[in-house]
């Protein structure tokens, strides 16, 4: 199997129980929560499909119901906005189930993200495929999937996304030992540490969440045994893939992502995102702004 057998699945690990949330996220997945007026989680399947990822799985768990409501049709809702002639908020109830093929697959109980990922095999099968969380918004106009899909092109294997990182951030992150290639923007991955200490961290890369995966990861994550916190993570598996001399699956490279993100698992950052969002926005932006700026003048 080549290189060239492109990237067409993604999956979206949706399971998380957004503790950080609560009690917003007592009845609500975390996922559901509006950055302005859409669902934290639909800008993420938007960035999918921008990239030509057309087949969304979801690994969910409790309260997918919201979810699945949410990227299924609402006929009713449909028909009373058709009978008030709200031809452009008909669009926008429309569109989410409009958006990709979408699946589901339940996580049972939430033993990690490799567990999660591991969920996705069936669906999957032996192609490469993209995973996204959910908590990291990636800003529309920084598109980073494309390039990525590039890198599994030129180089095979499993592709991360990385970011630059403030030596004492460096510890909420997989953290990365990197090596050039010849590529400005892109190093080999050989060797990856789960949230190490500054100290202890091999570069000053953090691993955001945006992976093109290998098949291969599949078979190492059945092997992978429990790690921090009793679960399955995709870092040790990743590490694996990246560290053992003739492992099956090419390898693992990173790409350097020096575009907005916002972490929308993190209270302060998810209000940054909205306000950021927000002022970008014909409809809101103008009007926001001008308010902005007299209420930041009041706050000396």
């Known amino acids: 199997m080549g290189h060239s057998q492109g990237v067409r699945k993604a999956v979206i690990p949706a399971a998380g129980l957004g503790t950080r949330f609560l009690p917003a996220t007592k009845a ?4 559901m929560l509006p950055v302005v007026d859409k669902p934290a989680i639909q800008y993420v399947v938007e960035e999918a499909v921008a990239s030509g990822l057309d087949d969304v799985l979801f690994v ?15 006929l009713e809702l449909e028909e009373v906005l058709r009978g008030k002639g709200d031809h452009a908020r008909l669009e926008q109830v429309t569109e989410p189930s409009d958006l990709a093929r979408i699946h589901y697959v339940r996580q049972g109980e939430p033993l990690g993200l490799g567990h999660a990922v591991l969920m996705a095999e069936q669906h999957v099968g032996d192609e490469p495929f993209a995973v996204l969380l959910g908590d990291d918004l990636i800003d529309p106009r ?7 899909m590039d890198v599994r092109q ?11 990182v403030p030596a004492d951030q460096i510890s909420l992150y997989g953290c990365p030992a990197v090596s050039p290639t010849d590529r400005a923007d892109v190093w080999a991955v ?43 993570q995709l870092t040790d598996a990743l590490r694996t893939l990246a560290t053992l001399p ?4 090419g390898g693992v490279h990173a790409i350097d992502f020096t575009g907005r993100r916002y972490d929308t698992g ?6 940054q995102a909205v306000i950021m969002l927000a002022t970008q926005r014909q409809d809101l932006g103008p009007e926001l702004r001008r308010w902005l700026t007299e209420f930041v003048a009041t706050l000396s």
Request: hydrophobic share 35%.
């Open 28 to 31: 609500t997945p975390k996922e």
């Open 60 to 74: 969910t768990g409790r309260s997918k119901r919201a979810l699945e409501d949410h990227f299924d049709r609402n």
């Open 142 to 148: 920084d598109p980073i999937l494309p390039a990525m």
């Open 154 to 164: 030129r180089f095979g294997g499993s592709v991360l996304c990385v970011m630059q």
């Open 190 to 232: 050989t060797d990856l540490i789960e949230k190490p200490d500054a100290a202890q961290a091999p570069s000053s890369y953090a691993v955001i969440g945006r992976y093109i995966l290998d098949p291969a990861v599949f078979d190492v994550l059945r092997r992978t045994e429990p790690g921090r916190g009793g679960e399955i």
């Open 246 to 249: 003739g492992e099956a699956g």
């Open 266 to 271: 993190d209270r302060l950052s998810y209000l």
